[in-house]
Structure formats: C-alpha cells, structure tokens
C-alpha cells in the first residue's frame, strides 16, 4: 500500500514562490508516471503537473512557465516548484499516480494572498 506525504505549502504573496515535496513509502516511484494535483475551495481536484517515467512533462495552461515538476529517484520523491505565484493558485495540492488512482495523502494547504 503506497503512502504519500505532501510538505511544502505555506502562505506566500502574489510573486512569490514554494517548492512543494512529495514523499512516498510503499511503492518505488521511478516506476510511475506521477502528478500534482490541486483543490480550490469549491472546485474539484485538477491535474496541474505530470512527470512521466522517462520524465517527460505536462502542464496544465494555468500554471504553463510558472510551475515545474521533477523527480529524485534516489529520494523516492516528487518535487512541485511554484513560481510567480497568483491569487488563483490558493488550493490543496496533491501528488497521485497519473491517474489518480492510488490512495491519497493529506495534502499540502497553499494560500496566496497579499
């Protein structure tokens, strides 16, 4: 059973930047193909970053040249790195299997605001 932990996450303002971490137990994660998703209040949860095994990224339009995800093998972990963060980005973030079909973590709780 896989168990994901998701750190990183704070209060920044518009501008600003967060790395977010996301540490798996259970599963060797350089054998997926992972993601970042998020949840803003009232919304529901989308993918806005995926790394493939070979590490191969997509971004969704939104965070398109602002956000950048990576992988550390050796730390069995993926990284989110936020930058030029706006209003908008205020959510949960999540990592998953691509598709989100494993269990998930607590997540980690980003806020923008000035």
């Known amino acids: 059973q896989v168990q994901l932990v998701e750190s990183g996450g704070g209060l920044v303002q518009p501008g600003g930047s967060l790395r977010l971490s996301c540490a798996a137990s259970g599963s060797i994660l350089r054998a997926y193909n992972m993601g970042w998703y998020r949840q803003a209040p009232g919304k529901q949860r989308e993918l806005v970053a995926s790394i493939t095994v070979s590490r191969s990224t997509n971004y969704a339009d939104a965070v398109k040249g602002r956000f950048t995800i990576s992988r550390d093998n050796a730390k069995n972990t993926v990284y989110l790195q936020m930058n030029n963060l706006k209003f908008e980005d205020t959510a949960d973030y999540y990592c998953?299997?691509?598709?989100?079909?494993?269990?998930w973590g607590q997540g980690t709780q980003v806020t923008v605001s000035s």
């Open positions: 998953n299997h691509v598709p989100g079909d494993w269990a």
